[in-house]
Protein backbone atom coordinates (compact mmCIF):
# COMPACT_ATOMS: atom_id res chain seq x y z
CA UNK A 1 0.00 0.00 0.00
CA UNK A 2 0.93 3.36 -0.23
CA UNK A 3 0.00 5.17 3.12
CA UNK A 4 0.22 9.00 3.84
CA UNK A 5 -0.45 10.26 6.96
CA UNK A 6 -0.60 13.86 7.77
CA UNK A 7 -0.05 15.80 10.99
CA UNK A 8 -0.26 19.53 11.63
CA UNK A 9 4.04 18.89 12.59
CA UNK A 10 6.15 16.34 13.37
CA UNK A 11 7.76 17.79 16.68
CA UNK A 12 8.90 16.28 19.93
CA UNK A 13 7.02 18.44 22.09
CA UNK A 14 5.14 15.37 23.88
CA UNK A 15 1.97 15.40 21.22
CA UNK A 16 0.48 12.51 21.73
CA UNK A 17 -1.32 12.50 18.47
CA UNK A 18 1.91 13.33 16.75
CA UNK A 19 3.47 10.23 18.25
CA UNK A 20 1.04 7.51 17.12
CA UNK A 21 1.43 9.09 13.86
CA UNK A 22 5.09 8.95 13.91
CA UNK A 23 4.54 5.35 15.23
CA UNK A 24 2.29 4.01 12.54
CA UNK A 25 4.75 5.79 9.70
CA UNK A 26 7.73 3.69 11.46
CA UNK A 27 5.90 0.46 11.43
CA UNK A 28 3.76 0.38 8.31
CA UNK A 29 7.63 1.37 6.71
CA UNK A 30 9.11 -1.07 8.10
CA UNK A 31 6.11 -3.76 7.12
CA UNK A 32 7.10 -2.98 3.44
CA UNK A 33 4.74 -0.42 2.15
CA UNK A 34 5.46 2.99 0.92
CA UNK A 35 5.16 5.66 3.67
CA UNK A 36 5.06 9.16 3.27
CA UNK A 37 4.15 12.28 6.43
CA UNK A 38 2.42 15.34 5.60
CA UNK A 39 3.28 17.99 8.03
CA UNK A 40 4.66 21.67 9.27
CA UNK A 41 8.18 19.42 10.00
CA UNK A 42 9.97 19.01 12.99
CA UNK A 43 12.67 16.59 14.57
CA UNK A 44 11.03 13.83 13.70
CA UNK A 45 12.25 14.09 10.20
CA UNK A 46 15.32 12.60 10.71
CA UNK A 47 13.53 9.16 12.21
CA UNK A 48 11.30 9.34 9.05
CA UNK A 49 14.58 9.65 7.29
CA UNK A 50 16.20 6.87 8.66
CA UNK A 51 13.48 4.62 7.99
CA UNK A 52 12.88 5.40 4.11
CA UNK A 53 9.78 7.81 5.09
CA UNK A 54 8.82 10.77 2.77
CA UNK A 55 8.41 13.98 4.26
CA UNK A 56 6.30 16.88 2.39
CA UNK A 57 6.01 20.16 4.00
CA UNK A 58 2.35 21.01 4.64
CA UNK A 59 1.39 23.95 6.33
CA UNK A 60 -2.28 23.74 7.54
CA UNK A 61 -1.93 26.84 9.55
CA UNK A 62 -6.00 28.13 9.93
CA UNK A 63 -5.83 31.58 7.96
CA UNK A 64 -7.93 31.45 4.79
CA UNK A 65 -4.77 32.80 2.98
CA UNK A 66 -2.67 29.93 4.31
CA UNK A 67 -5.98 27.26 3.73
CA UNK A 68 -5.67 28.34 0.28
CA UNK A 69 -1.97 27.58 0.08
CA UNK A 70 -2.54 24.25 1.69
CA UNK A 71 -5.25 23.30 -0.64
CA UNK A 72 -2.51 23.73 -3.38
CA UNK A 73 0.07 22.15 -1.92
CA UNK A 74 -2.18 19.06 -0.90
CA UNK A 75 -2.81 18.50 -4.80
CA UNK A 76 0.64 18.72 -5.22
CA UNK A 77 1.50 15.71 -2.46
CA UNK A 78 -0.94 13.61 -4.01
CA UNK A 79 -0.53 13.86 -7.38
CA UNK A 80 3.46 13.16 -6.26
CA UNK A 81 2.46 10.57 -4.02
CA UNK A 82 -0.80 8.72 -5.40
CA UNK A 83 -1.40 7.34 -2.06
CA UNK A 84 -3.84 4.59 -1.27
CA UNK A 85 -4.98 5.38 2.01
CA UNK A 86 -4.57 8.92 3.43
CA UNK A 87 -5.23 8.60 7.41
CA UNK A 88 -5.34 11.94 8.67
CA UNK A 89 -4.70 12.23 12.45
CA UNK A 90 -6.14 15.89 13.04
CA UNK A 91 -9.05 18.14 12.12
CA UNK A 92 -7.53 20.18 9.13
CA UNK A 93 -6.26 17.23 7.91
CA UNK A 94 -9.07 15.24 7.07
CA UNK A 95 -11.05 18.37 5.86
CA UNK A 96 -8.43 18.86 3.28
CA UNK A 97 -8.34 15.50 2.63
CA UNK A 98 -12.48 15.22 2.52
CA UNK A 99 -13.02 18.31 0.40
CA UNK A 100 -9.94 17.35 -2.09
CA UNK A 101 -11.02 14.17 -2.25
CA UNK A 102 -10.63 14.65 -6.09
CA UNK A 103 -7.44 15.35 -6.25
CA UNK A 104 -6.58 11.64 -6.24
CA UNK A 105 -8.24 8.06 -5.96
CA UNK A 106 -7.58 7.09 -2.30
CA UNK A 107 -9.53 6.13 0.39
CA UNK A 108 -9.75 8.69 3.56
CA UNK A 109 -9.22 7.29 7.22
CA UNK A 110 -9.16 9.59 10.35
CA UNK A 111 -8.57 9.04 14.06
CA UNK A 112 -10.42 10.48 16.78
CA UNK A 113 -7.94 11.01 19.61
CA UNK A 114 -9.52 14.22 21.19
CA UNK A 115 -13.75 13.99 21.00
CA UNK A 116 -14.16 16.46 23.65
CA UNK A 117 -13.48 19.47 21.17
CA UNK A 118 -16.22 20.44 18.86
CA UNK A 119 -14.46 19.67 15.58
CA UNK A 120 -13.86 16.36 16.17
CA UNK A 121 -17.52 15.79 14.48
CA UNK A 122 -15.70 16.98 11.55
CA UNK A 123 -13.42 13.45 11.42
CA UNK A 124 -16.83 12.16 10.23
CA UNK A 125 -15.77 13.06 6.76
CA UNK A 126 -13.43 9.77 6.43
CA UNK A 127 -14.19 6.55 5.04
CA UNK A 128 -13.30 5.00 8.23
CA UNK A 129 -12.73 6.67 11.57
CA UNK A 130 -10.72 4.99 14.12
CA UNK A 131 -11.61 5.97 18.02
CA UNK A 132 -8.83 5.46 20.43
CA UNK A 133 -11.25 4.04 23.15
CA UNK A 134 -14.55 2.67 23.41
CA UNK A 135 -15.78 5.33 25.53
CA UNK A 136 -14.71 7.81 22.11
CA UNK A 137 -16.38 5.44 19.79
CA UNK A 138 -19.91 5.56 21.96
CA UNK A 139 -19.35 9.59 22.34
CA UNK A 140 -18.77 10.15 18.43
CA UNK A 141 -21.60 7.84 17.65
CA UNK A 142 -24.08 10.32 19.77
CA UNK A 143 -22.81 13.30 17.75
CA UNK A 144 -23.95 11.65 14.65
CA UNK A 145 -21.12 9.57 13.01
CA UNK A 146 -22.36 6.69 11.81
CA UNK A 147 -21.62 3.63 13.46
CA UNK A 148 -21.18 1.44 10.02
CA UNK A 149 -17.65 3.98 10.05
CA UNK A 150 -16.56 3.65 13.01
CA UNK A 151 -13.75 1.11 14.40
CA UNK A 152 -11.89 0.73 17.67
CA UNK A 153 -8.24 0.22 18.08
CA UNK A 154 -7.25 1.31 21.61
CA UNK A 155 -4.22 3.44 21.66
CA UNK A 156 -0.51 1.98 22.44
CA UNK A 157 2.72 3.55 22.68
CA UNK A 158 4.98 0.65 23.92
CA UNK A 159 8.17 -0.23 22.00
CA UNK A 160 7.77 2.37 20.37
CA UNK A 161 10.54 3.36 17.32
CA UNK A 162 11.04 6.52 18.94
CA UNK A 163 11.89 5.40 22.47
CA UNK A 164 14.91 2.75 24.07
CA UNK A 165 14.04 -0.37 25.70
CA UNK A 166 12.23 0.70 29.24
CA UNK A 167 15.00 -1.40 30.83
CA UNK A 168 17.85 1.33 29.13
CA UNK A 169 16.70 4.28 30.82
CA UNK A 170 18.61 5.51 33.97
CA UNK A 171 15.99 6.63 36.62
CA UNK A 172 16.05 9.74 37.74
CA UNK A 173 17.12 11.11 41.54
CA UNK A 174 13.99 11.97 42.53
CA UNK A 175 13.36 12.34 46.25
CA UNK A 176 11.12 9.98 47.80
CA UNK A 177 8.44 8.30 48.11
CA UNK A 178 7.48 10.70 44.47
CA UNK A 179 3.98 11.97 43.14
CA UNK A 180 4.77 12.55 39.85
CA UNK A 181 2.29 13.44 36.27
CA UNK A 182 3.44 13.55 33.16
CA UNK A 183 1.10 16.35 30.62
CA UNK A 184 0.42 18.84 29.33
CA UNK A 185 0.09 22.58 31.38
CA UNK A 186 -3.55 22.58 31.09
CA UNK A 187 -6.34 23.36 33.97
CA UNK A 188 -8.25 20.60 31.82
CA UNK A 189 -5.25 18.10 32.44
CA UNK A 190 -6.46 18.39 36.55
CA UNK A 191 -2.78 19.92 37.44
CA UNK A 192 -4.82 22.15 40.08
CA UNK A 193 -6.44 19.30 41.59
CA UNK A 194 -3.46 17.71 41.86
CA UNK A 195 -1.52 20.27 43.73
CA UNK A 196 -4.63 20.88 46.21
CA UNK A 197 -4.44 16.94 46.90
CA UNK A 198 -0.88 16.82 47.79
CA UNK A 199 -0.75 20.29 49.70
CA UNK A 200 -3.97 18.49 51.84
CA UNK A 201 -1.40 15.04 52.79
CA UNK A 202 1.85 17.13 52.63
CA UNK A 203 1.78 17.58 56.46
CA UNK A 204 1.63 13.87 57.28
CA UNK A 205 4.24 12.78 54.89
CA UNK A 206 7.14 15.04 55.39
CA UNK A 207 9.35 13.33 53.07
CA UNK A 208 6.69 13.24 49.96
CA UNK A 209 7.58 14.93 46.78
CA UNK A 210 5.43 16.49 44.23
CA UNK A 211 6.63 15.94 40.25
CA UNK A 212 4.59 17.41 37.70
CA UNK A 213 6.34 17.16 34.14
CA UNK A 214 5.32 18.92 30.92
CA UNK A 215 4.49 22.33 29.46
CA UNK A 216 2.13 24.21 28.56
CA UNK A 217 0.17 27.88 28.77
CA UNK A 218 -1.38 27.28 31.80
CA UNK A 219 2.20 26.72 33.97
CA UNK A 220 2.62 30.40 35.22
CA UNK A 221 -0.80 29.97 36.81
CA UNK A 222 0.27 26.82 38.43
CA UNK A 223 3.42 28.15 39.91
CA UNK A 224 1.78 31.43 41.22
CA UNK A 225 -0.71 28.52 43.11
CA UNK A 226 2.08 26.81 44.56
CA UNK A 227 4.48 29.55 45.59
CA UNK A 228 1.12 30.51 47.68
CA UNK A 229 1.24 27.04 49.44
CA UNK A 230 3.98 26.23 52.45
CA UNK A 231 4.98 23.29 50.06
CA UNK A 232 6.67 25.03 47.83
CA UNK A 233 9.93 23.96 48.23
CA UNK A 234 8.38 19.84 47.63
CA UNK A 235 6.32 20.60 44.38
CA UNK A 236 8.77 20.95 41.46
CA UNK A 237 7.99 22.08 37.78
CA UNK A 238 10.35 19.96 35.55
CA UNK A 239 8.86 20.89 32.43
CA UNK A 240 8.80 19.16 29.17
CA UNK A 241 10.69 16.53 28.94
CA UNK A 242 12.22 13.47 25.81
CA UNK A 243 12.64 10.61 28.32
CA UNK A 244 9.75 11.20 30.79
CA UNK A 245 10.14 7.34 31.83
CA UNK A 246 13.45 7.91 33.81
CA UNK A 247 10.76 9.93 36.49
CA UNK A 248 8.39 7.42 36.11
CA UNK A 249 10.93 4.60 36.80
CA UNK A 250 12.06 6.54 40.37
CA UNK A 251 8.18 7.19 41.11
CA UNK A 252 6.32 5.93 43.45
CA UNK A 253 2.86 6.45 42.58
CA UNK A 254 1.94 8.13 39.13
CA UNK A 255 -0.87 10.71 38.79
CA UNK A 256 -3.00 11.58 35.85
CA UNK A 257 -6.14 13.83 37.21
CA UNK A 258 -7.43 14.98 33.70
CA UNK A 259 -11.02 16.52 33.60
CA UNK A 260 -11.58 14.51 30.20
CA UNK A 261 -9.37 12.01 28.10
CA UNK A 262 -10.13 9.73 25.19
CA UNK A 263 -7.10 7.44 26.24
CA UNK A 264 -4.51 8.65 27.91
CA UNK A 265 -1.65 7.08 26.61
CA UNK A 266 0.98 8.41 29.27
CA UNK A 267 -0.98 5.89 31.31
CA UNK A 268 0.82 2.76 29.30
CA UNK A 269 4.27 3.93 29.85
CA UNK A 270 3.29 4.25 33.87
CA UNK A 271 1.99 0.79 33.95
CA UNK A 272 5.07 -0.51 31.95
CA UNK A 273 7.03 1.50 34.49
CA UNK A 274 5.57 0.00 37.68
CA UNK A 275 3.86 2.97 39.18
CA UNK A 276 0.99 2.62 41.45
CA UNK A 277 -1.30 4.02 39.60
CA UNK A 278 -4.24 6.95 40.39
CA UNK A 279 -6.19 8.42 37.77
CA UNK A 280 -9.64 10.07 37.12
CA UNK A 281 -12.71 8.06 36.25
CA UNK A 282 -13.57 9.43 33.16
CA UNK A 283 -14.10 8.67 29.38
CA UNK A 284 -11.49 6.11 28.00
CA UNK A 285 -9.41 6.10 31.37
CA UNK A 286 -10.96 3.19 32.43
CA UNK A 287 -10.60 1.13 29.90
CA UNK A 288 -6.41 2.10 30.00
CA UNK A 289 -6.33 0.96 33.66
CA UNK A 290 -8.61 -2.41 33.15
CA UNK A 291 -11.40 -0.67 34.90
CA UNK A 292 -9.52 -0.02 37.92
CA UNK A 293 -7.85 -3.26 38.18
CA UNK A 294 -4.45 -1.65 37.00
CA UNK A 295 -4.75 1.42 39.47
CA UNK A 296 -7.16 3.46 41.54
CA UNK A 297 -9.80 5.52 39.65
CA UNK A 298 -11.17 8.69 41.50
CA UNK A 299 -14.21 11.49 40.63
CA UNK A 300 -12.57 14.02 38.60
CA UNK A 301 -12.27 17.77 39.65
CA UNK A 302 -12.20 16.01 43.65
CA UNK A 303 -8.81 17.21 45.10
CA UNK A 304 -10.68 15.90 48.51
CA UNK A 305 -10.83 12.46 46.71
CA UNK A 306 -7.55 12.11 45.18
CA UNK A 307 -5.87 13.44 48.02
CA UNK A 308 -7.44 10.36 50.39
CA UNK A 309 -6.08 7.89 47.41
CA UNK A 310 -2.75 8.94 47.60
CA UNK A 311 -2.33 9.20 51.70
CA UNK A 312 -3.87 5.68 51.55
CA UNK A 313 -1.14 4.49 49.34
CA UNK A 314 1.57 6.43 51.00
CA UNK A 315 0.31 4.82 54.58
CA UNK A 316 -0.05 1.49 53.49
CA UNK A 317 3.37 0.22 51.52
CA UNK A 318 1.78 -3.25 51.20
CA UNK A 319 -1.30 -1.80 48.98
CA UNK A 320 1.18 0.74 46.97
CA UNK A 321 3.38 -2.03 46.18
CA UNK A 322 0.38 -4.22 45.08
CA UNK A 323 -0.84 -1.51 42.90
CA UNK A 324 2.73 -1.12 41.43
CA UNK A 325 2.75 -5.12 40.73
CA UNK A 326 -0.53 -4.90 39.34
CA UNK A 327 -0.26 -1.89 36.78
CA UNK A 328 2.59 -3.84 34.89
CA UNK A 329 0.43 -6.96 34.26
CA UNK A 330 -1.37 -7.37 30.83
CA UNK A 331 0.56 -4.44 29.29
CA UNK A 332 1.42 -5.93 25.98
CA UNK A 333 -2.00 -5.17 24.31
CA UNK A 334 -0.90 -1.42 24.98
CA UNK A 335 2.24 -2.14 21.84
CA UNK A 336 2.48 -0.27 18.72
CA UNK A 337 2.67 -3.30 17.10
CA UNK A 338 -0.85 -4.52 17.60
CA UNK A 339 -2.16 -0.90 16.76
CA UNK A 340 -0.27 -1.27 13.69
CA UNK A 341 -1.84 -4.20 12.53
CA UNK A 342 -5.54 -3.39 13.50
CA UNK A 343 -4.91 -0.03 11.55
CA UNK A 344 -3.53 -2.06 8.65
CA UNK A 345 -6.46 -4.38 8.81
CA UNK A 346 -8.68 -1.25 8.38
CA UNK A 347 -6.68 -0.10 5.54
CA UNK A 348 -7.13 -3.38 3.45
CA UNK A 349 -10.51 -3.44 4.27
CA UNK A 350 -11.26 -0.17 2.60
CA UNK A 351 -8.93 -0.90 -0.19
CA UNK A 352 -10.90 -4.63 -1.13
CA UNK A 353 -14.33 -2.37 -1.07
CA UNK A 354 -12.93 -0.28 -2.86
CA UNK A 355 -11.36 -2.60 -5.38
CA UNK A 356 -14.83 -4.64 -5.62
CA UNK A 357 -16.60 -1.16 -6.74
CA UNK A 358 -14.04 -0.83 -9.43
CA UNK A 359 -14.61 -4.23 -10.67
CA UNK A 360 -18.70 -3.54 -10.41
CA UNK A 361 -18.83 -0.25 -12.25
CA UNK A 362 -15.98 -2.00 -14.67
CA UNK A 363 -18.47 -4.72 -15.55
CA UNK A 364 -21.78 -2.71 -15.43
CA UNK A 365 -20.02 -0.16 -18.03
CA UNK A 366 -19.53 -3.15 -20.18
CA UNK A 367 -22.88 -4.29 -20.02
CA UNK A 368 -24.79 -1.46 -20.85
CA UNK A 369 -22.23 -1.17 -24.21
Not at 188 to 205: M, N, Q, S, T, Y
Request: proline residues 4%.
Amino acid sequence: MRILHITNHVQKIGNGIVNVAVDLACLQAHNGHSVAVASAGGEYEALFAENGIQHFHLDQSRTPLNMLKAAWRYREIIQEFQPDIVHAHMMTGVVLAGVLRNSGDYSLVSTVHNEFQRSAVLMGLADRVIAVSNAVADSMVKRGIPQSKLRVVANGTLHSPRHCNIKDYEPMPLCRPAITTVAGMYARKGIVELIEAFVKIAPDFPQAHLYLVGDGPDRAMFEEIVQSTAFSERIHFEGFQPDPQRYMLASDIFVLASHCESFGLVLTEAREAGCAIVASDVDGIPETLDQGQAGLLVPPKDSQTLAKALGHLLSDSQQLQKLQSQAKQNVERFSVKRVNEETLNIYAELIKNYSMFNVFRTEEFAVSK
